[in-house]
């Protein structure tokens, strides 16, 4: 077999061959800079995740607070309009815990309309505020009126 058969077997004749300075890989200063690129976008992608965790338990919070702020109303209005529960107060605070979070509840019930000394309209202001968190209170308030009969 002659010499040039076997050499263009491994080399083709329409391969160029390049000089050996510049079959080499990635320098130092490409890999670090591909490095930062890659590692810029991690964290942005961690950040993002960071920010969803957070605003995920925000949402949490909110909907516990808002279901809390119901319940307290709910049991309010179904107590006797001249039940002692719902006697006038300036705002009193409990602390309430949920699914393991603590709320501090305030609720604060103000008589209007009064007839004879007596009044003929309630309302009733409940505010509950996670403890520990950035969220502001959930504010709920609904008016209580009673049956009897209003002046002639």
Same mark, same amino acid.
């Given at each position: ?15 160029? !061959? /390049? ?6 890989? /990635? ?13 810029? =976008? ?6 993002? /995740? ?7 338990? =925000? ?21 006797? /309009?001249?039940? =002692? !529960?719902?006697?006038? $107060? ?7 815990? !949920? ?8 609720? $604060?019930?103000?008589?209007?309309? $009064? ?38």
């Amino acid at each position: 077999m002659p010499k040039s058969m076997g050499r263009d077997r491994y080399y083709p004749v329409n391969r160029k !061959r /390049f000089p050996a300075q510049q079959d080499r890989g /990635f320098t130092i200063m490409e890999a670090a800079i591909a490095m930062v690129v890659m590692m810029v =976008a991690v964290l942005g992608s961690a950040s993002l /995740f960071a920010y969803s965790i957070q605003n995920n338990s =925000a949402a949490t919070d909110r909907e516990l607070a808002m279901a809390l702020a119901q319940q307290q109303l709910e049991q309010l209005r179904n107590v006797a /309009f001249t039940d =002692a !529960r719902l006697n006038a $107060t300036g705002g009193v605070a409990t602390t309430v815990i !949920r699914a393991g979070r603590s709320y501090t509840v305030i609720t $604060t019930i103000a008589d209007s309309n $009064t007839v004879d000394g007596q009044p003929t309209m309630k309302t009733i202001t409940t505010q509950v505020t996670p403890v520990g968190s950035a969220l502001g209170a959930v504010i709920l308030r609904t008016q209580r009126a009673t049956i009897l009969d209003g002046p002639n």
